[in-house]
């Protein structure tokens, strides 16, 4: 009995180390209004102005970014090209709220929406993609970006993080079913002796 219960507990401790693993991910949205950036139909090729996280209604920082509302964000990446692929920018963005810094990698591009302007529409750009956000005392976490504009005024940035479906490798399960194995046998064993 002892030595089952003794399994038990190294499945329990297995199965609460993969969930801490987890708890430690980056949840939440930001937005940047403010910026610039220049564009043509394969790459965005400069970002200006003066971006800061946004703070208006429907757009301010929700989850771990709540608190960084209206901090000057600095593009490190002068622009990145698109098409035809892209390698990592790492990091495109940065900020710093109370010693704790903020940045992005952008990782891919799985959207662009590029249309060329005539003499009555500016042109326009929509590009998403998937990145990974980095944020001090956190396991980096992929989550979905947005970059629009329109001409080359102003530039709206978005990141989604937490509601991404990223596939572990299947550790969990690995870690899950090598805990109910060793309980399974030690069971199994504890009946064979009685």
Do not use: C, E
Not at 10 to 30: D, K, P, R, W, Y
Not at 137 to 160: C, E, I, R
Request: aromatic share 10%; net charge neutral; charged share 5%.
């Amino acid at each position: 009995m002892k030595k089952a219960l003794t399994m038990v507990a190294v499945a329990a401790a297995i199965l609460g180390f993969s969930a801490s693993v987890q708890a430690n991910q980056i949840n939440g949205s930001l937005n940047f209004s403010g910026g610039t950036m220049t564009f043509n139909s394969t790459a965005v090729t400069s970002f200006g102005g003066s971006p800061v996280v946004d703070n208006n209604v429907g757009t301010s920082p929700t989850g771990d970014y709540i608190g960084t509302a209206g901090a000057s964000v600095t593009f490190v990446a002068a622009g990145f090209t698109f098409s035809p692929s892209l390698g990592i920018v790492n990091p495109l963005w940065k900020f710093t709220v109370g010693g704790t810094v903020y940045s992005f990698a952008l990782n891919s591009v799985t959207t662009v929406n590029y249309v060329a302007g005539d003499s009555t529409h500016l042109p326009s750009l929509s590009v998403q993609g998937i990145g990974l956000l980095h944020i001090d005392g956190f396991t980096d976490t992929t989550g979905l970006f947005t970059l629009t504009s329109t001409g080359a005024g102003p530039a709206t940035f978005g990141f989604n993080a937490g509601n991404v479906a990223v596939p572990d490798g299947g550790n969990t399960l690995m870690l899950l079913g090598s805990a109910l194995s060793v309980l399974g046998f030690g069971v199994f064993r504890k009946s064979r002796k009685a």
